[in-house]
Structure formats: C-alpha cells, structure tokens
C-alpha cells in the first residue's frame, strides 16, 4: 500500500510524463524534426505602435515692434525721408511745430509748378486777411481782362472853334484815374492846347472824372489810413489837379475866362488834341515792387470801367474777379474781396486762393510775361531788398509782402536748389511783431529753396 510521502512521489512523475508526451506530439504536428513536412513561412505584418499625444510647447511671446508711420501737420500726404519732397516736408513740420502756433495764426500751401503736385498744405483753406497779398488777386485779374498792352490815358479834348487863337468852346480834360500822372504831365497838356494855337479859351475848364464811383475812400479801409482820397484825376497822387492846370495855363500865357474849373462828362462829340499815356507795366512795377496802393486801386477801377457803366466801382470789378475764382476751380463765395489794394480789413483771402492765381499767371504767358517782372527779389529789390541776403533764398524768391497791424503775408515763386519752380503763399495772422511773421516766411523761403 502507498501512503503518505511514497503517493506524493508518485502523482509528480505521472505529470511529468504527462507533459513531456504533450510536448513532443505538438512538435510532431508542427512538423519539428520531420523533414518531410514543410512548415509555412508566415509574414509577420507589423502593427504601428500606438502614437503617444506631446503636449505643444508653447511659443515664446516675442514682444512686437511697432513701427509708426511719421505723421505730417500736411495736408499733402508724406513722400517719405529721403525724398526731396519729404525732407522738405519734414523741416516745414520743425519750423510749423514752433511756438509761433501758439500765440498766432498760419496758413501755408506750397505747389510744385514742375512737376505738378502740392508738397505743403496746413490750414490752407482758411479765410485770411491777406493784406497787400491782395495787389496780386488784382494785378493778375487786370491782365487776365485788361491785357498786358492796357494803357491808362489822359485825354485833352475841346469843343467849338478856334480863331484868331481864341478858342470859343471848351476844354475837357478827361480822367482815367492814372496814378503816375504828375506836374510835368500836367504842363504837357498845357503845350498841346498851346501847339492847337489856341491862346485864349473863351468857355469852361470841365474836368470829366466820371470813369469811377464819387467814393474817395476804399471799402472797409480804416479811418486813420493815409491813402486817398481816390480821385480819377490826381497830380503826383494828390486831388490837386485844379489848381496845377490853371497854373500850368496861365504859364503858358493862356488867358482864361472867369469861369474856372468845374466838372462836367466830356460829349462825344468834342476833339481830342492830344492824350497823357502809361502803360500797364508802368504802373504794374511799383505797385507790386513797392506795394504802391493807389497804383492797385487805380488798377482795380480799370477793370470796373470794363462793364462800360459810368461811375463804375468796387460794384463793377468784384463780379469779374468772382468769376476769374470760379473759372479757376474755387468758390468765390469762400472770400471778400473787398478793394484792390489790400488795405481793407474786409478782405477774405486763403493760402490756397494766392497759390491758385499764382499758378494761373504762370500757366498763361500773357499774364506771366508781365506779373514775374514786377515782383519784389528776395535780398535784391522792392520791399524785399533787405530780406534773405544771406540765405539760399537770395535771388531765387519772387514774391508779393503783404503787411497789416497784426498781419504779414508773403506769396509768389521760389526756384529749388533741384531746378523744379514752386508757387507758395504764407499768411501770418496776430503776430506781435511784424520781424516774428517775417522770420517766420523767410526760413519756409531757405527751406523749399537749399
């Protein structure tokens, strides 16, 4: 009988046995040490591991840059450092950041005839008091409807006959407001009637001044102006003519009857013997060189007697410059123009009106054969003889000055260093001191022309 420790024995070697016959038929079945049977070559497909998420890195937060684009006080958009154009912009913004924009007003517009665009605009539109600025409005005006080859004449005309050298009719001298007409002029008249054979006049001494309005004084012009008054006949700009013709007569050994002068319309049928005459240059180079007012006024009734009315004024000649504003793309209705000379304070002007008349004389050769003489050149002439001797300015700026109480205004052409040809106004408004404006208009001037 097995028991106990011999029955363990036992079971173990039956499992061993067991498991080694198990063993040797599944290698019999799988064709382990028998040659004759094939085993069959199984392709092993590989299984992709599965991808295990990484979390993202997070970019570093680079701080951005921001480069901002230079902002001009222009109008005109910025050409950009480096560009002619836009280092002139560039300085006019130094010179316009300056404290004169603190205690005043400034317009400025700058175009470039060259090449046919604007470089500068701050507050070009405003309306502005453009002092005698205005002589441009007036001068370009004139020769635009005038003409360059206008003459301004003093006409000598008598009625009836003359006999025995004594004239029965009378002698009219007929006015046209001609500024430059002085005391010889007035002896010149006197030998026509002397060389007419004429040495006594039995009727009237008429003067005809009916070529303008009885105004003696512009509209809005200040009581305290010392211009005027405004006559259609003036000896050396003074309402004096009577008295010098009657002396230059009686020194012509004329006698004269007692029934002095007096003023009366010249008929048309009466003769004329002889004429007084001065061109338009003649009277267009000191009024703009030396800012003459009376010469501008003298030219702003030339251009009211073109309606052909008798008595003709600031009525008659505002309608034609209106239309001159319009023609050229502006609106009238924006401005005042309220006499020739610029000595009203009613005068409404822009920076960009100058600009715009100046850039129409130059385009119109007619009118810019006689406009560019007549202007004042920086540190060489007229009323800028004293101004920009030592800058790049000198001789290069051809402009009209313009100076009130308060108020200084400059406007016309510079020549760039590069050759190109600028049109440029500048309207200083509520300067203290005139020199403060001046500076002012002179450095803009050194700056569009270095």
């Not at 992709?48 to 890195?57: D, G, L, R, T, Y």
């Not at 430059?180 to 039995?202: N, Y």
């Not at 010392?226 to 004329?254: C, Q």
């Not at 009238?332 to 822009?350: F, K, M, T, V």
Request: glycine fraction near 10%; charge should be neutral.
């Amino acid at each position: 009988m097995w028991k106990g420790k011999n029955i363990k024995y036992v079971a173990g070697a039956l499992l061993y046995v067991a498991f080694f016959s198990s063993c040797r038929s599944q290698r019999q079945i799988a064709g382990y040490g028998n040659p004759q049977v094939t085993v069959p070559v199984q392709t092993v497909v590989p299984v992709a591991s599965p991808v295990v998420p990484v979390p993202e890195e997070k970019p570093v937060q680079q701080q951005q840059v921001v480069v901002e684009k230079y902002k001009s006080l222009s109008s005109v958009e910025f050409y950009g450092r480096g560009t002619w154009e836009g280092e002139i912009q560039y300085a006019l913004d130094s010179i316009c950041n300056s404290g004169i924009m603190t205690t005043s007003q400034a317009g400025l517009y700058i175009y470039d005839l060259t090449s046919d665009r604007p470089i500068y605009a701050l507050n070009e539109n405003q309306r502005l008091r453009p002092a005698s600025c205005q002589k441009l409005i007036t001068s370009i005006s004139s020769l635009e409807y005038l003409g360059g080859d206008y003459q301004f004449v003093t006409d000598l005309c008598i009625t009836g006959t003359v006999s025995q050298g004594t004239l029965s009719g009378d002698v009219y001298v007929v006015g046209t407001m001609d500024p430059l007409l002085s005391k010889g002029d007035v002896r010149k008249l006197a030998e026509m009637l002397k060389s007419s054979g004429i040495s006594k006049i039995s009727g009237h001494l008429y003067l005809d001044v009916s070529m303008k309005d009885d105004l003696q004084y512009g509209w809005g012009w200040c009581w305290d102006d010392d211009y005027g008054p405004l006559s259609a006949l003036t000896v050396d700009g003074k309402d004096e003519f009577s008295i010098h013709w009657v002396g230059a007569l009686r020194n012509m050994g004329i006698g004269l009857s007692n029934k002095g002068v007096s003023f009366q319309i010249c008929p048309s049928t009466a003769n004329s013997i002889g004429k007084i005459i001065h061109s338009m240059d003649q009277i267009l180079v000191p009024m703009m060189k030396d800012s003459e007012n009376i010469f501008a006024e003298s030219m702003f009734y030339q251009l009211a007697t073109r309606s052909g009315q008798k008595s003709a004024g600031r009525k008659q000649a505002v309608p034609l410059v209106e239309a001159l504003i319009s023609h050229m793309g502006l609106q009238p209705e924006r401005y005042c123009i309220a006499d020739g000379s610029g000595l009203s304070l009613y005068n409404y002007a822009s920076p960009i009106l100058l600009a715009t008349f100046l850039k129409h004389a130059y385009l119109n050769e007619p009118i810019r054969t006689h406009l560019y003489p007549s202007l004042p050149i920086a540190g060489i002439d007229g009323t800028l003889e004293k101004r920009m001797k030592e800058s790049a300015a000198f001789g290069k700026v051809h402009a009209k000055t313009g100076s009130l109480s308060g108020i200084s205004t400059l406007s016309g052409y510079a020549e760039s260093n590069n050759g190109h040809l600028l049109v440029f106004s500048i309207m200083n408004q509520g300067v203290e001191k005139m020199s403060v404006g001046r500076d002012f208009q002179d450095e803009i001037c050194r700056i569009i022309c270095k």
